[in-house]
């Protein structure tokens, strides 16, 4: 069976190798995945379908596995867990103490 590589641009937790980004000071990190041809096939034939690259199948799939554990994938994301966050220790707060009613 023979194995085809490509590299995919990645977040920094894939630090192989950084390459600095033509736009921006943000960088790009690269990582070199392996497919058996049968796979890399399909997945040339989906990007082709979805007239897109398979660099872009690879974003989208890493950040459905990163949403699928709960790790934001952009400042966007971020924002939203971390007011969630800080919303539900004062939502349990106020239904775990009942009111008191004074007894006449």
């Given amino acids: 069976m023979t194995t085809r ?8 937790i894939f ?17 070199l995945i392996a497919f ?5 096939d399909k997945l040339k034939q989906l ?19 990163l949403r699928k554990h709960g790790i934001p994938v952009d400042l966007k994301d971020a924002l939203r867990k971390s007011a969630s966050l800080s919303k539900t ?9 009942p009111s008191r009613k004074s007894k006449s």
């Fill in 5 to 12: 590589y490509y590299w995919f641009r990645a977040g920094t």
């Fill in 15 to 31: 630090a192989d190798h950084i390459e600095s980004a033509s736009r921006g000071s943000r960088q790009r990190v690269r990582k």
């Fill in 36 to 40: 058996d041809e049968e796979t890399f």
């Fill in 47 to 65: 990007a082709r379908d979805r007239m897109g690259t398979i660099q872009e199948l690879a974003d989208e799939a890493f950040a459905d596995l």
């Fill in 89 to 97: 220790p004062a939502q349990d707060n106020a239904r775990s103490s």
